[in-house]
């Protein structure tokens, strides 16, 4: 299953997915860091969650997203 995680932040709610091919989307380059660092096999593109998802929501299973409060 290919899932798209947008708002990413450091990857709190991907500690749960197991036997998934992961895109994360982390807006702040230093959060992301830290996520791709937490989740080495992913890919994390940085970048802003709302300009990504028009073009790219296609390509997913399954789209999480849980902008910040």
Known sequence: MKILNLYAGIGGNRKLWKDVQVTAVEYD??????????????????????????????????IWSSPPC
């Not at 959060?31 to 300009?51: G, L, S």
């Open 29 to 62: 380059q230093s959060i992301a860091d830290i996520y791709k660092d937490m989740y080495p096999q992913d890919t994390v593109i940085c970048e802003d969650a709302h300009a990504y998802l028009p073009k790219h929501y296609q390509e997913f299973d399954f």
